[in-house]
């Protein structure tokens, strides 16, 4: 069973700074596009950042030159980098695991909260 944990969340203000991790069973981080996702009350789950096998990143707008995504695969562990915090991030961040080619998936952790205190 895909398993994928995340950590890291909690309350910092505005300014300050987290990192999230998210620990995948298996092999699973190797081999699959990773992203990080984020749903705040009332509105639709959105992408954070991504990023491929071969270490391709993608962000949003709202997260491009302050959060910093990356992968240790040996550590099967995908980490968001959050800098300059601001209250607008606060939201449950979900990490995912997708494999579109055999064999698929499409996974997500169970979600973690942060919140950004002004």
């Known amino acids: 069973q895909v398993q994928l944990v995340e950590s890291g969340g909690g309350l910092v203000r505005a300014g300050g700074s987290l990192r999230l991790s998210c620990v995948g069973s298996g092999s699973i981080i190797g081999i699959a596009v990773m992203g990080w996702y984020r749903q705040a009350p009332g509105k639709q789950r959105e992408l954070v950042a991504s990023?491929?096998?071969?270490?391709?990143?993608k962000y949003a707008d709202s997260a491009t030159g302050r959060f910093t995504i990356f992968r240790d695969n040996a550590e099967k562990t995908v980490y968001l980098e959050m800098n300059g915090l601001k209250p607008e991030d606060t939201a449950v961040y979900y990490c995912?695991?997708?494999?579109?080619?055999?064999?698929?998936?499409?996974?997500w952790g169970q979600g973690i909260q942060v919140t950004v205190s002004s």
């Open positions: 995912n695991a997708r494999r579109e080619i055999p064999p698929s998936f499409d996974k």
């Open positions: 990023i491929t096998v071969s270490g391709i990143t």
